[in-house]
């Protein structure tokens, strides 16, 4: 099993960055897929980024492309999640979460069923 504890978020202006971490547990770090999903106020926990075993692979959702960037230090059992030219409609909890590869066998997961194990959430305020 993995432990995970996300950190990083706060009250950012539009346009302003903020780069969340994502500290996790456990020996094997290096064989769990490894994700970002955020929770709107009154929404549903949604997908942001993912990232395969190694970090060569990420998969982004269209309305973050070009301004998140997911990454991973296995040496340091660490995901992070850097992101830039923040918008008021990216304020929401933010949850690392992560997955076993051995699971199902994908580089990438992007479901949030896909999920079993997630961080508390960090919450991330982008003021207009």
């Known amino acids: 099993q993995v432990q995970l504890v996300d950190s990083g978020g706060g009250l950012v202006q539009a346009g302003g960055s903020l780069r969340l971490s994502c500290a996790t547990s456990g020996r094997t770090f290096d064989t769990y897929a490894m994700g970002w999903f955020r929770q709107p106020p009154g929404k549903e926990r949604e997908f942001v980024a993912a990232?395969?075993?190694?970090?060569?692979?990420?998969r982004y959702t269209d309305s973050v492309k070009g301004r998140f960037t997911i990454s991973r230090d296995n040496a340091n059992n660490m995901v992070y999640l850097q992101m830039n030219s923040l918008k008021p409609e990216d304020t929401a909890v933010y949850y690392c979460?992560?997955?076993?590869?051995?699971?199902?066998?994908?580089?990438?997961?992007?479901?949030?069923?896909?999920?079993?194990?997630w961080g508390q959430g960090t919450q991330v305020t982008v003021s207009s």
């Open positions: 979460a992560a997955e076993p590869l051995s699971t199902y066998y994908k580089n990438i997961y992007s479901l949030r069923s896909e999920y079993h194990y």
């Open positions: 990232i395969n075993w190694d970090g060569s692979s990420a």
